[in-house]
């Protein structure tokens, strides 16, 4: 019997692998057609300050897909990464913010939010990285100041000093970079400070457990207290309750970002 189950457990694996390989394939090949088909857009999720005002919001990609409705960035920035099709893509998103913030510029409460755009480690490994934005918000017009790159800790891991280059070559000209994730990668501390970034981003989990217990609450004083003592700008990400709000702000959190607040939605339902 035992073995009997167990044969039938390889067997559901053997399938269930087979079709979640034939599911990327098709994904990947999708992928290649939907930048070109708009099927590709850019939700944004307000970041909030103490006061709750707005400070800027998130991109947050969304793959409208013909036959299986919306695609999360969960299930094919992975698959974009891989196939090496983020390059292409990380330019498309690139390029759709920067246009959103000119947009901006001249609107009546939009003007002075940053956008937060997440790159991946393909795009900010490429030679050309820093180049490329610098010509994507001269080309559009955007503000540099009011871009903000998200980065996470486990790709500052190879090519460190590279990686650090053409940071500080985009932040000479004002833009800013964001670690996100903050919490859940190798960071040590000692590199910390030598990284030319401006804001530590507290990862999702650590909000969601914070008021499980005082040993919860401890981890995110700390990140805070060393944000706050390398002089970086910290914000919360997965606010989704007035009970994490007041609790973070009672820690001294700079920003919000969360359910609670708004969900990502296309720019034309923002408030
Ligand atoms: P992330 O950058 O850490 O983004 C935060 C994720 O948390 C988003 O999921 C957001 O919708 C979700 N979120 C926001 N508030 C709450 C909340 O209160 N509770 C909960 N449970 N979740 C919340 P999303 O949009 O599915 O994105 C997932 C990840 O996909 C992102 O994580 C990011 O790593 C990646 N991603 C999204 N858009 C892009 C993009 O344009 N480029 C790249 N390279 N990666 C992207
Ligand atoms: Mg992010
Ligand atoms: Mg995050
Ligand atoms: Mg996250």
Redesign the pocket.
């Known amino acids: 019997r035992a073995k009997d189950a167990g044969r039938n457990t390889q067997c559901f694996y053997d399938a269930n692998i087979q079709q979640m390989i034939t599911e990327q394939l098709e994904l990947q090949q999708d992928l290649r057609h939907a930048m070109n088909h708009d099927e590709l857009e850019?939700?944004y999720?307000l970041q909030l300050d103490r006061e709750q005002q707005v400070a800027g919001v998130?991109?947050?990609?969304r793959w409208h897909h013909p036959t299986r409705g919306m695609v999360?960035?969960?299930v094919f920035?992975h698959i974009a990464e891989q196939s090496g099709e983020?390059v292409a893509l990380?330019d498309w998103?690139l390029q759709r913010a920067c246009r959103q913030l000119v947009e901006w510029q001249n609107h009546a409460t939009r003007s002075d939010w940053t956008i937060a755009?997440?790159?991946?480690v393909r795009?900010l490994r490429a030679e050309d990285f820093a180049e490329k934005v610098l010509i994507t918000l001269a080309e559009t017009g955007a503000k540099p100041d009011k871009l903000v790159l998200?980065i996470t800790e486990s790709m500052l891991l190879v090519d460190t000093e590279q990686v650090i280059e053409k940071m500080a070559r985009l932040k000479r000209v004002g833009v800013k970079f964001s670690l996100?994730?903050f919490g859940t990668g190798y960071s040590s501390l000692g590199y910390l400070n030598r990284l030319p970034i401006d804001e530590l981003k507290i990862?999702?989990s650590f909000v969601r457990d914070m008021n499980q217990g005082e040993h919860h609450k401890v981890l995110i004083r700390t990140i805070l207290s060393l944000g706050h003592t390398l002089s970086l700008t910290t914000i919360a990400?997965?606010?989704?309750s007035e009970e994490h709000f007041r609790s973070l702000l009672a820690l001294g959190c700079d920003r919000f970002?969360?359910?609670?607040f708004a969900?990502?939605v296309p720019p034309d339902q923002l408030p």
Do not use: F, H, R, T
């Not at 990400?237 to 989704?240: P, R, S």
């Open positions: 850019l939700y999720q998130e991109a947050l990609i999360m960035p969960g920035i983020i990380g998103i755009v997440n790159v991946s795009q998200e996100d994730d990862d999702q990400e997965g606010v989704e970002q969360g359910y609670y969900k990502p």
